[in-house]
């Protein structure tokens, strides 16, 4: 490996540019820290550098369409390609990936430098910054940032239209995206919508606790999306798993400041699809606003939401550890008709800012069926003295092992 490193540096420094081909800061990386194993480099591997096809560092001026130039390029090419987004800072509108692509999968996207979003949302016509599109097989890969800027422009959000998310995948297929840093999003930082087998770990997602709907991974429509050791502080869910999601799991994420693990919210538009088969484990929730929760629209069309597992997780100073909310945003009085079904709690444990720390709100039309709660521990951390309770309406639920707050009579 040492040796190998020493050949590629020599090799670079005979080189007129070392980024050029590709082995400069890797193989300067692999000098200073031989022992870590550097990512696996296929020899005949094409880099395309967004610097040669006329992207501008300096973060002054649009580069959108020289990294469109060089995504076709990459997406083109018959052999293994990177995209290559080198150090330095780089401004760019909305800016589309779009495959089917040539080579051999998956195709790999690095993300060294800063990306930093042209904040104005009139010009982005649809609700991306940054989309991936029909894909199958990518690898979007850091250690780089992408910002939204969305500081300059969440003061326009009047909850009308939705500002577009900083990374959006379409129809992708077989996707990675890791270790990327996400900041101030103008809506959405990472969208993930009719996509499959997706993979989303070792992400940085940041942004004020204040800053309006600035979910940090929203899943619609997809199949079988993990997301893990990540992250997250933001102004509403850390992960919302909207309608059509099957086959979703969340491991070691932490959470906070956040509006906690969403499923939902679910029935606010006519045929919605299920979402069915989530798991969220070894999370923790630190100073967010909700835990686990699942919410649905008052008034809503007939849909599903069932196989549903929390394990494993620690609230820490949480206003509504455990809620399902029935009647979300709802102008309507009249009751959803999203039916929960099949949801365990087991092993929650920390501490509570409110006095119910488990509220069950479930639909008058259709009752909340087969919840299972077991060795739940929380603790009351709020100013005032009261009670410390469960609440439950319409709500069946099964109890097991340890239960603080005691369960619903
Ligand atoms: C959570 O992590 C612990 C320790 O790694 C492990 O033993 C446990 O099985 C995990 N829980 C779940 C539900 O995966």
């Not at 709907?213 to 050791?229: A, E, F, P």
């Not at 951390?381 to 009579?409: D, E, I």
Request: hydrophobic share 35%; aromatic share 8%.
């Amino acid at each position: 490996m040492k040796y190998l490193a020493n050949a590629l540096l020599i090799l670079c420094l005979l080189a007129a540019s070392c980024e050029a081909k590709g082995l400069g800061r890797r193989a300067r990386a692999a000098i200073r820290a031989p022992r870590r194993t550097a990512p696996r480099r296929d020899p005949n591997e094409k880099v395309f550098n967004v610097l040669q096809y006329g992207a501008k560092p300096g973060g002054k001026q649009d580069s959108a369409l020289s990294f469109i130039r060089a995504w076709r390029a990459a997406c083109n090419y018959r052999g293994t390609a990177r995209l290559l987004i080198p150090m330095g800072t780089f401004l760019i509108g909305a800016t589309i990936f779009q495959g089917p692509c040539l080579g051999p999968v998956p195709i790999k996207v690095q993300i060294a430098g800063t990306l930093k979003a042209v904040p104005d949302p009139s010009m982005y016509e649809e609700d991306f910054w940054i989309l991936f599109e029909k894909i199958n097989g990518l690898l979007v890969t850091g250690t780089g940032t992408v910002d939204g800027q969305g500081n300059a422009v969440w003061k326009y959000n009047d909850g009308g239209s939705r500002f577009p998310s900083s990374i959006k995948f379409n129809h992708v297929v077989n996707g990675i995206i890791r270790q990327i840093t996400s900041v101030n999003p103008m809506g959405f930082h990472i969208s993930i919508v009719l996509s499959q087998n997706i993979r989303a770990k070792n992400l940085h997602i940041t942004a004020p606790a204040t800053s309006p709907n600035t979910d940090g991974i929203h899943i619609s429509q997809s199949s079988v999306v993990k997301v893990s050791r990540s992250v997250i502080s933001t102004g509403d869910d850390c992960v919302a798993i909207i309608q059509g999601s099957t086959d979703v799991s969340i491991k070691k994420v932490t959470c906070g400041p956040g509006h906690g693990f969403s499923v939902g919210s679910l029935g606010k538009y006519p045929d919605e699809k299920d979402v069915r088969g989530v798991v969220v484990t070894n999370c923790t929730l630190r100073n967010a606003d909700n835990g686990v929760r699942i919410k649905t629209w008052g008034g809503s069309p007939p849909s599903q939401a069932s196989n549903i597992l929390f394990q494993d997780i620690i609230m820490d100073n949480v206003k509504r550890p455990i809620i399902i909310d029935q009647t979300y945003g709802s102008k309507s009085n009249s009751p959803s008709r999203v039916k929960i079904s099949d949801v365990r709690y087991i092993n929650i444990r920390g501490t509570s800012a409110s006095a119910v720390a488990v509220d069950l709100m479930c639909s008058k039309t259709v009752p909340c069926e087969k919840l299972y709660f077991s060795n739940i521990n929380l603790k009351y951390y709020g100013q005032k003295k009261l009670p410390f309770t469960s609440t439950c309406t319409n709500a069946k639920v099964n109890y097991a092992g340890y239960q603080f707050p005691p369960p619903c009579r």
